[in-house]
T-cell receptor, first 116, second 116 residues
């Protein structure tokens, strides 16, 4: 079974450009979570999505950041007009999303974003 | 609000020594889940263990063991007979029981270095 896939693994952008990060959950998983890890820090929750729905975006910056998880295809985390402070590792995690069950999240390898 | 504290920022031990990584958590919930993840130098996050708040039994898996004590809100992780491959950053994390939303609150991590 393939694990959680993220691409690209490394992304370099200049200030003002857009960054698009992709996440394909594990097979059979319908819940996706995005986390951000700033240098030398722990991971911070950003957003939780199910297919076609944003369930919890309490950790997302109010501007420039958006996320989606369409019916078909991967989940996308989009950062518009990137700034140097957006440089971080962005991790995606997925879980089965079984009703009434608390499940373990499995993480992808992360995307390292560097803003020049 | 939930909080996870990993007071040990960095630990170095000589190979074959035992080492314990501390984790203290805060939550208002009576039901919750605790996790440990390993982040090796390659950067991915590897799931190690999940423990629910009703299960205070200690767990052993090979050289790894976990000591969960609700009375002190701690979930400590011990590696016995450490090996160089254990060198990594270890994160403790907490999730409340909010079915359908399993977002994790992470500690800041402990960087473990095993000296050959």
């Amino acid at each position: 079974n393939a694990g959680v896939m993220q691409n690209p693994r490394h992304l370099v952008r200049r200030r003002g450009q857009e960054a698009r990060l992709r996440c394909s959950p594990m097979k059979g998983h319908s819940h996706v979570y995005w986390y951000r890890q700033l240098p030398e820090e722990g991971l911070k929750f950003m957003v939780y999505l199910q297919k076609e729905n944003i369930i919890d975006e309490s950790g997302m910056p109010k501007e420039r950041f958006s996320a989606e998880f369409p019916k078909e295809g991967p989940s996308i985390l989009r950062i518009q007009q990137v700034v140097r402070g957006d440089s971080a590792a962005y991790f995606c995690a997925s879980s089965p999303g079984l009703a009434g069950s608390q499940e373990t999240q499995y993480f992808g390898p992360g995307t390292r974003l560097l803003v020049l | 609000a939930q909080k996870v504290t990993q007071a040990q920022t960095e630990i170095s031990v000589v190979e074959k020594e035992d080492v314990t990584l501390d984790c203290v958590y805060e939550t208002r919930d009576t039901t919750y889940y605790l996790f440990w993840y390993k982040q090796p130098p390659s950067g991915e996050l590897v799931f190690l263990i999940r423990r629910n708040s009703f299960d205070e039994q200690n767990e052993i898996s090979g050289r790894y063991s976990w000591n969960f004590q609700k009375s002190t809100s701690s979930f400590n992780f011990t590696i016995t007979a450490s090996q160089v491959v254990d060198s990594a950053v270890y994160f403790c994390a907490l999730s409340d029981v909010n079915f359908g939303n399993e977002k994790l609150t992470f500690g800041t991590g402990t960087r473990l270095t095993i000296i050959p």
